[in-house]
Every structure is written in C-alpha cells, then in structure tokens.
C-alpha cells in the first residue's frame, strides 16, 4: 500500500520533530513547514493527503491557513492542533472544513489513528468523484450515441419518403426520352436541348438515389445473420472491386493477411460494406506510385484489420469531423459524405471499434477491431440480429 | 418478328409513379394495367389475363405481402415482381419465399425492370406449356385406358 503523505505544520521544532520521526516509523510519508506560509508554498509544489496543523501560530495562523487550503486544494484533509481546553477553535475549525481536531498535548497512536481516518475519507471521496465523471462521461457519451440513432431514424424515414418521388421523376424522364427516341420526332427543333436536360435530370435522380440508399443502408437494419468470415478472403474479395481504379491511378493494393487465421463471425456483407467504404475513401486519397496495405491480426477474442494508405493524410481540423454525417471534402456529387458515417454505425453494431491515425502528406491509416463472437447489439429501431450458432461442417 | 406484348399489372398507392410508369411501359411496347390497391389489384386479376404483377410492398391497408400471398393462393400462375424501400433485403427474401419472381429496389433501373419483366413473362410461358403437355399426356393415358 502507499503510505499516506503527511505535512505537519507547526511552529514549536521539538514538538513537530518528534511527532514526525514517531509517525515516520508508523510507515507515515512525512514533510514538515515552521507555519502557515511554509504550508501552503509546499502544498502547492508537491500535494499531501492529511496536512496536520497548529492552531497558534505566529504570522499566518491555522485558521487562516485551513481556509487556503480548502480553497486551493479541497481534496486535502486537515487535522487541526489546539491548545488545551479550547474546543472552541476546534469546532470552529470544522464548520471551516476541518476533519478533526485533537487537545495537546496529544497521544500520538490518537493522531495516527486520526491520520488514517482523514486519509480513507480522501480515498472514498476520489473514488466517488472518479465514478461521477465516469458516470458523466457515460452519460455524454449514450445522450451522443442516442442523437445519432434518432438522427438515423429520423433521416432513414425521410430517405425512404424521398424514393417516391424520386421514382416518379425518373419514370417521367426516361418516357419523355424514349418518346423523343420516336421515329416522328427526328425532326423536332432542339431535340438535342431535350435530350440534354433530361440527362441532367437522369443524372440529378441518380446522385439523390445514391445518398437515399446509402442512409437506409446504415439505419434500417436488416435482420442480419451471423456467420463465419475469414477475413482474407472477404479482403481479397472486396480488393478486387478497387482493382480497376487502383491500376488506373497507378496505386498498389496490397494484402499481408494468412490464410485461415483470422476467422470471426460476423455479418459478411456488412463487413464488406465497410471494406469498400474504407478502401475506396483510401483509393480516393491516394495518387500514382502510393500503396494501400491491409493487414489482420488475431488476439484472444479479437481481430483487427488495418487499412493503411500513403496518401494525402487527413488535417487535424478534419479528424474529428470524417465520422459524421455529409462531411466530405470532395467535389460535389462526387461524395456523399456518408461512407464513414455509415461504416461506423455498422462497426458499434457489430459490438467492434474503428480508429484512425493520420499524417497530411504521408498517409492514413483505419483500424477496425472485431469481436470473434459478437454478442451483436439489437438494434434501437427494430431489425435485430439472429445469430446462428450451430458450427456444423 | 411480332413481339407479343407483356400484359403487365402494375400496383401501387402512388398514382403518378403508377400513371407515369405505365405509359413508359406502354412505349416500351407493354400492355399495362393500373391498381392503386391490394384489393382492386385481386379484383382485376379476377377478371383480366395478366402475364406479371409489378408490385409496390410497401402500402397502406391490404400490404403488399398480404397482396402477394393472396395472388399466389388463387392466381398462381401469375409472375409477382415485387418494389422494395431500400435496406428492406428480408422482405424481399420472404416475398421470394411467397412465390415472387424477383424484387426492384426503388427507384428502380428501367433496363432492369424490363430485363426481369422478361424473365417473369418467360418463367410463365414456360409453365403454362408445361401444363399444357401434362394435360396432353393426362388425356393420351385416358383414351389409352379406353382402347
Ligand atoms: N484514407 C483517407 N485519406 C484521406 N482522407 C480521407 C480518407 N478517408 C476519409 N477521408 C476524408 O473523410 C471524408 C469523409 O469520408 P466519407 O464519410 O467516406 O465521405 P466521402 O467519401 O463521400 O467524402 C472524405 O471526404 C475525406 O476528406
Ligand atoms: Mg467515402
């Protein structure tokens, strides 16, 4: 155990010498000031857990020098020493938010014992206060998550009332197209000029369809099965829909993972879903002659697989704001903003974490770590996971 | 060579994606019914030769499922392309365990829809002939019997 830190503050050098080398020998860390001044210069370098102090004192006195220490580190218990038959400085002392109080002259096994309570009534009070900031830090974190869940539902419900139009739009396009295609209308002035916007049209469809199915893709859950993933082969598997733009950038994929090792169960086409967000966020960054490894390790109950690209790095400014929702830093109709959004949704699902590192200039680098066997988290808004957990060949 | 149209039903509560994806389906050489319900979609199929039920899952009173299965039970020749909402892959799957040909995410890609309209009008001829030369072979066993 450590031993409790002591600060012994009194003017008379026999008395306070003697209590210290007696309370030394009891295990006790002792340190010792001639007075008030001396006290507070020495708490504020190094802080004790009991200061014991003299009532009379000339210049600053134990009044004084109690109310300092309980305004600049209320943490710190204080015993305080008064002269014969003066209880009423000692009340005094605790309604000023003193521990105690002992009558010299006073029996020392009676101050150790005093000592040792002041000090447990410290340590009771941190571990208190350590579990109210990590119940607060909790509760931030839940009113957080719950934001975002009712943000998802909130936008899941207007992506899906979105598609209707949206398909009534498209179905009004492509017939007004294919009545222009019309052998009798080869003719007409400034065909071309219809042709044109309804493409645009088309193509504005297509880019509001594309962020629709992304948000419903990240919120409403389908029942998800569970299954075995060897993380290899899902890895190679999703690589090879990168392929093309890897080589067209002129951007290596590369792959380290051993066959077999690193197997988990988990929802496959989730996983992969988070794959290729990532990967192709990775593709995106990276300029010709950089590389995108992908590495996985297994420990006991986990694996973690980690992404890594060389290319531009994301700026500190950007780091805290990639996970949320519409942050992008690409051109419009080009990024929805939406990728890592979605892909962290679907990892606190699957009961894993992401984390990422990044350098501007050198590269980036996500790691997902996944449990083996997720006990996989039900879903707020409905859509549960089933887990399969017969394991037959 | 005549192409013999599809005699498609289309059914959904939302009448201008009904009305517009019908005369697009009619361009496209389609013989189209229209319904805006589960109920008047039964009744049609009641009276009409319908080839493929393009249906919506997702609506109000009679739903598309119950729709579905109610199709299958008296008209089960009858090909069901069912329209999902995105993210809604179970319902498909189950649809597809009700006896659907296939399913389209909304908004669906034409092409696509016309590519699986096919299919379904195939998947339909084919059995229908199918019963057909059952029938014939049923009546040949008969007059066999006879002889
Ligand atoms: N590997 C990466 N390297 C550099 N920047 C990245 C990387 N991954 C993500 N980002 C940044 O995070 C932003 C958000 O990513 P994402 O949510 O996938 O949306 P989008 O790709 O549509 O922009 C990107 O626009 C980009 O600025
Ligand atoms: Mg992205």
Redesign the interface.
Known sequence: MESIRVLLVDDENDFRRTVAKRLTKRGMDIRQATGGEECLNILKKDPVDVVVLDLKMPGMDGMETLHHIKNSCPGTEVIMLTGHATTRDGVDGIKAGAFDYLSKPIELEHLAGKIRQAFEKRTREDEKQKEKDFRARMEQQMIATERLASLGTLAAGVAHEINNPLAIIKESAGWMKSILQKKELAQMPRRGDFEMALGKIENGVERARRITHQLLGSVKQTDATLSKVDLKELVEETMVLHQKEADQKGVQLLETIDPGKNVIWSDPYKLRQVLINILSNAVHATDAGGKITVTAETSEDHATLTISDSGRGIPGEHLKKIFEPFFSTKPTGEGTGLGLFVTRSIIDKLGGEIEVESRVGQGTQFSVKLPKHPDVKCNSNKGSYKGQNDERA | MVRIPTRVLLVDD?E??VE??S??LK??GEQVSTAYSGKACLDILAQDHIDVVILDIRMPGMDGMETLGEIKKRFPLVEVIMLT??????TAVDGMKLGAFDYL????D?EELTHKLQGARRRKDEQEERIRQAEARLLMRKSGGTF
């Open positions: 939302e201008d994606f517009m994806l005369l697009r361009e496209a909402g995105h993210g809604s892959a179970e995410m909304k908004p669906a034409f």
